[in-house]
């Protein structure tokens, strides 16, 4: 097998082997090539320790050199080139205590997760693949390199790690891998919430975000996101659906676009369902209040794993107004834009088709119709530049002082007077007719 090498990685790998060491190109990189995909970083091993591999290069970075890494610099690009390694006794689950050089690729190629990143490529050897990573491509599966056991001693995030690549890839983990992460599971306890955000992250956006229902099989989601697990353990007897709110969930993600902020709000967006289930007489479930239910215990969940202000203010506002019911006129439609705000409300039409289309065939068609007309009724206010906030108005606060009133909170009424007026006959946004309401709302004041 061929792999097209960049020239810096080549040049790298030469002048290495050049120097009598041996070098590849390894791990993600080998793999992203095998699949026809252009990886985003090269890494490369090598035989030569780091004092030697800074000797071979006039521009390097100290990146790790108690780990064996030097960054490379050739033309303000960098490589990391990392000396082959045996790793030590684990302690943290996610630290080797002490790390031991090797002159051998296979001592290792035998320390990496799975196979499918236990490769290795040059130009004078080509593939190198000691552990089937080839086979388990062509299979479609996600193996541990030797004892999987092992592997996730040595860094328990591998267990996410696993059905975060099965789900990029669409590709099953293997029996004896899914077997040690049963039993494995709870040493995630041991994780940074930021490693662990990452991952999940890279799981929800993957082709296959609803292998997260892998992470509930194996016990993983019951150590990052126990309130999933409480989602898949409560049912929905209810006509509008026909999975349970875990499942619902799952097919929410695959309905809508593999965009972080999208994802991470279908993933939450029913989440406060169970603590909010009642079943009437007819043995009918409903989860009345579980958008404000669930609005809280997202934030605090994204606050547990670390997420910046910005993603949790949009994922916030999916779970709060998921299923907020818009009036079916354009003054309606005006004021649920005023509300939610105008940055915000046309992802509401993206949420809401994906909520349905992860519903029973109950009224589908009619929801989906309904939500079409709200949308077109938007687009048609967003062509009419119709007034939707205070910043659209056609009169500001200057203009008012202009008039005689003072800066302080009945200004600020009197502008939202004039806002709740034009929200509902925008045609009255003139600045002559504002102007001329506000004098007489001054007046009041005086």
């Not at 029973?360 to 062509?383: F, N, T």
Request: proline content about 4%.
């Amino acid at each position: 097998m061929q792999i097209q090498l960049p020239d810096k990685v080549n040049r790298i790998i030469n002048a290495l082997m050049a120097a009598g060491f041996e070098a590849y190109a390894v791990g993600g990189c080998v793999r992203d090539s095998v699949l026809g995909r252009a990886p985003n970083d090269w890494d490369i091993t090598t035989s030569a320790k780091p004092a030697e591999v800074k000797e071979i290069f006039p521009r390097t970075i100290d990146t790790g050199i108690k780990h064996g890494t030097v960054t490379v610099m050739l033309d303000k690009e960098g490589f990391e080139v990392t000396t082959y390694r045996i790793d030590g006794d684990y302690e943290d689950g996610r630290h080797p205590k002490e790390v031991t050089f090797t002159a051998c690729l296979e001592e290792d190629l035998k320390r990496r997760d799975f196979t499918i990143n236990a490769m290795a490529y040059n130009e004078q050897d080509g593939l190198v693949d000691i552990f089937g990573g080839i086979q388990d491509i062509e299979q479609e599966v996600i193996r541990c390199v030797g004892d999987a056991q092992e592997r996730f001693t040595e860094d328990a995030l591998r267990m996410l790690r696993a059905v975060r690549f099965s789900a990029q890839l669409g590709y099953q983990i293997e029996e004896g891998t899914q077997d040690a992460i049963r039993k494995m599971a709870p040493n995630l306890k041991l994780i940074s919430a930021e490693r662990i955000q990452a991952e999940l992250v890279k799981l929800v956006v993957s082709p296959h975000p609803d292998y997260l229902r892998t992470a509930y099989e194996t016990g993983i989601t019951e150590q990052i996101l126990p309130e999933f697990d409480l989602c898949m353990e409560t049912e929905q007897n209810n006509p509008h659906h026909c999975y349970n709110v875990g499942e619902h969930i799952l097919h929410a993600m695959l309905a809508i676009e593999p965009n972080k902020v999208l994802r991470l709000g279908m993933l939450f967006h029913d989440i406060g369902k169970p603590q909010t289930l009642t079943i009437d007489e007819e043995g009918i479930t409903h989860n009345k209040g579980h958008a404000e239910v669930g609005e809280k215990m997202t934030k605090d969940i994204l606050n547990r794993l670390k997420f910046d202000n910005d993603t949790l203010d949009k994922v916030l506002k999916i779970v709060r107004y998921h299923d907020h019911e818009i009036g079916l006129n354009e003054s309606g439609v005006r004021r649920a834009a005023n509300r939610m705000g105008e940055d915000f409300f046309p992802m509401l039409f993206a949420v809401q088709r994906a909520d349905v289309r992860a519903q029973s065939d109950y009224m589908r068609e009619e929801k989906l119709q309904k939500l079409a007309y709200i949308q077109q009724l938007y687009e048609g206010i967003c062509q009419r530049r119709e007034c939707l906030s205070l910043k659209d108005l056609a009169v500001t606060g200057s203009d008012l002082i202009a008039l005689g009133m003072p800066p302080g909170k009945e200004m600020g009424t009197i502008l939202h007077e004039l806002l709740e007026l034009v929200l509902d006959e925008p045609k009255r946004n003139t600045r002559e007719e504002l102007l001329q309401i506000s004098r007489e709302k001054i007046k009041n004041y005086k």
